[in-house]
């Protein structure tokens, strides 16, 4: 896959060069390539912003250089490759989850536009549709600074979702947000530390009972920290066992979907 990502700090993106992303790059699995937006400026002062029309606090990214440094990106593609994605980090964008970084995985070639300031002129995104997918994407419901820590989070997630760069691929299988649930507890050596025991299931070498146990502990956290997500979690084909698990944590299956009893 390829990634090009166009800010005025490109030494932000600095730790993509770390760990399994910077490893990634060195095996040539991931080449992904910084530009200056700067760089793509004609004045003296390399102004890259300017007030806002119709008023009102802080500052707006000038169109041209924008322009100027997407055309550059868009040219090195082959034009029988098609449009490229281009993820424009905003908090009034579409919510950025492990599906997307699943689907955009996917794609040969991702474009990054950050942001600062108040934003984007508004025209390059309209401008952009004829060269890119335009998809502009929020990290979650705050504001940051700008679009680097966002491009940082989204492109760690869907990098790591590449084929060779997290060594163990089932490791990516059970993980918080595969399913639609959070995770379950994990534990390592020693098996007592500081009076605390881990659970005596996992030490039962019983698979079965293992990943029951699992599944269980996956529902009670989910209900517990985000049970906004049990509203879209498929329940139809539960074992029953796990219904029973669902009922002690107040949820009923009803026409497939879990339904939180009035009183729980
Ligand atoms: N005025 C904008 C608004 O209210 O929608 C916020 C601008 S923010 C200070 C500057 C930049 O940070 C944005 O253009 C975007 O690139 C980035 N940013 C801020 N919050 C974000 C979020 N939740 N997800 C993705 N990017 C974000």
């Not at 600074?145 to 979702?161: F, K, P, Y």
């Not at 691929?169 to 500081?194: A, C, F, I, N, Q």
């Not at 949820?251 to 009183?263: A, E, F």
Request: hydrophobic share 40%.
């Amino acid at each position: 896959m390829r990634i090009d990502v166009v800010s005025i700090f490109p030494e932000y993106l600095a730790p993509l060069e770390l760990s399994l992303i910077g490893k990634a790059r060195q095996d040539g699995l991931l080449d992904l390539r910084v530009h200056d937006l700067r760089e793509f400026t004609t004045d003296r002062h390399r102004t890259v912003d300017d007030t806002p029309y119709g008023g009102g606090a802080g500052m707006v990214m000038k169109p041209e250089p924008w322009a100027q440094a997407l055309t550059a990106v868009a040219a090195e593609r082959p034009a029988e490759a098609g449009k490229p994605v281009l993820i424009v980090p905003s908090p009034a964008g579409e919510r950025f989850t492990q599906a997307t970084a699943h689907q955009l995985a996917e794609e040969d070639q991702l474009v990054f536009a950050c942001g600062r300031y108040e934003g984007i002129d508004e025209r390059v995104l309209e401008w952009a549709a004829d060269h890119f997918t335009v998809r502009p994407m929020s990290l979650g419901d705050y504001v940051l600074n700008g679009g680097e820590v966002a491009v940082l989070a989204m492109v760690e997630a869907i990098g790591r979702l590449l084929p060779g760069v997290v060594g163990n691929p089932e490791s990516l299988v059970e993980e918080s947000h595969s399913d639609g649930l959070l995770e379950y507890p994990v534990y390592t050596k020693p098996s007592s530390w500081r009076d605390r025991d881990v659970p005596a299931v996992l030490l039962s070498g019983n698979h079965g009972k293992i990943a029951q146990w699992r599944r269980h502990e996956q529902y009670r956290r989910t209900a517990e920290r985000r049970p906004d997500l049990l509203a879209e979690f498929d329940a139809g084909k539960l074992p029953r066992a796990d219904r029973t698990a669902f009922a002690d944590l107040g949820y009923d299956v009803v026409d497939g979907r879990l339904k939180q009893r009035p009183d729980a």
